[in-house]
């Protein structure tokens, strides 16, 4: 079991970046797919990008172009780099390792 703690969110204003970071408690370089998700108020919650231990990468529709995801298997970390960002992007962001294993969250807030 690896627990992942998430770290980076904040308030920001629209057009701004955040960075986002999950550090995992054990080693991810076996683990095959880590993401990150969201949750809105009154929302569900929704993936918002995931990368495989190859690389390979998906983005939900709404970031794509704007957000890219990362990953460091010697730092046994993950990240998401949030670029023009807009007030619809407020939610709480989890960090996913694997199937089973999820941060407790992290506040990102874009508001003027």
């Known amino acids: 079991q690896v627990q992942p703690v998430e770290s980076g969110g904040g308030l920001v204003q629209p057009g701004g970046s955040l960075r986002l970071s999950c550090a995992a408690s054990g080693s991810i370089s076996r683990i095959y797919v880590m993401g990150w998700y969201r949750q809105a108020p009154g929302g569900q919650r929704e993936s918002v990008a995931t990368?495989?231990?190859?690389?390979?990468?998906t983005y939900a529709d709404s970031v794509k172009g704007r957000f890219s995801i990362s990953r460091d298997n010697a730092k046994n970390e993950v990240y998401l780099q949030m670029n023009s960002l807009k007030p619809e992007d407020t939610a709480i962001y989890y960090c996913?390792?694997?199937?089973?294993?999820w941060g407790r969250g992290t506040q990102v807030t874009v508001s003027s």
């Open positions: 990368i495989t231990h190859g690389g390979a990468t």
């Open positions: 996913r390792v694997g199937v089973n294993d």
